[in-house]
């Protein structure tokens, strides 16, 4: 089964900042690379598929990157609302359904 | 809209049974695949099954195979997962979640898949 990791495992960022996380696949699985976004007591929610398409409705603020075995999701400037936790997760071959460990950005 | 409502949770006790139902609407429910999505207490996201869109394929991990079946009814629009001896580690929420995308790579497996609506998520807590 393909491996994701993400880094950080947690992050602290102000209002405005820019922010990356990372998300390394153990195998290149080409673009298939989606973003969730968890905020607390809720359900995931799609920010980005296919490693760098924005999901419908979601802000233009976040954007991914990456292909192969190393992806990226930026916030160019973090409002209040996107503190919560964002998972990766592997598209190349399902099942089973990879996701990665979460990375939870919290404010500074 | 795409609705997603789950229900059916709720305490069991270890070596119980329990079955999760996941009601939709507002979209054309046989055209997707679906998926149980879980997530226990302050952990990740861990997938638990999936099945396509006719329900003619199946598909467990590795911590629930041969204790949960899902399947779905498209004449109801009703997408189901019953877990039978119910562990103390299958205690999570739950969430059912529509497959998007997609591509059969052969037979069994697909590229490009992934979750654009999620359910409300039900809690099940197995404990004695």
């Known amino acids: 089964d393909i491996q994701m990791t993400q880094s950080p495992s947690s992050l602290s960022a102000s209002v405005g900042d820019r922010v990356t996380i990372t998300c390394r696949a153990s195998q290149s699985i080409s673009n298939f690379l989606n973003w969730y976004q968890q905020k607390p007591g809720k359900a995931p929610k799609l920010l980005i598929y296919d490693a760098s398409s924005l999901q419908s409705g979601v802000p233009s603020r976040f954007s991914g990157s990456g292909s192969g075995t190393d992806f990226t999701l930026t916030i160019s400037s973090l409002q209040p609302e996107d503190f919560a936790d964002y998972y990766c997760?592997?598209?190349?071959?399902?099942?089973?359904?990879?996701f990665g460990q979460g990375t939870r950005l919290e404010i500074k | 809209q795409v609705q997603l409502v789950e229900s059916g949770g709720g305490v069991v006790q270890p070596g119980r049974s329990l079955r999760l139902t996941c009601a939709a609407s507002?979209?054309?429910?046989?055209?997707?695949?679906m998926y149980w999505v879980r997530q226990a207490p302050g952990k990740g996201l861990e997938w638990v099954a999936g099945i396509w869109n006719d329900g003619s394929k199946k598909d467990y991990a590795e911590p629930v195979k041969g204790r949960a079946t899902i399947s779905r009814d498209n004449s109801k629009n009703t997408l189901s997962l019953q877990m039978n001896s119910l562990r103390v580690e299958d205690t999570a929420v739950y969430y059912c979640?529509?497959?998007?995308?997609?591509?059969?790579?052969?037979?069994?497996?697909?590229?490009?898949?992934?979750?654009?609506?999620w359910g409300q998520g039900m809690l099940v807590t197995v404990s004695s």
């Open positions: 979640a529509r497959s998007m995308g997609g591509a059969p790579i052969d037979h069994q497996l697909l590229r490009g898949e992934y979750l654009d609506y």
């Open positions: 507002g979209f054309h429910f046989s055209s997707y695949g």
């Open positions: 997760q592997q598209s190349y071959i399902t099942p089973p359904f990879t």
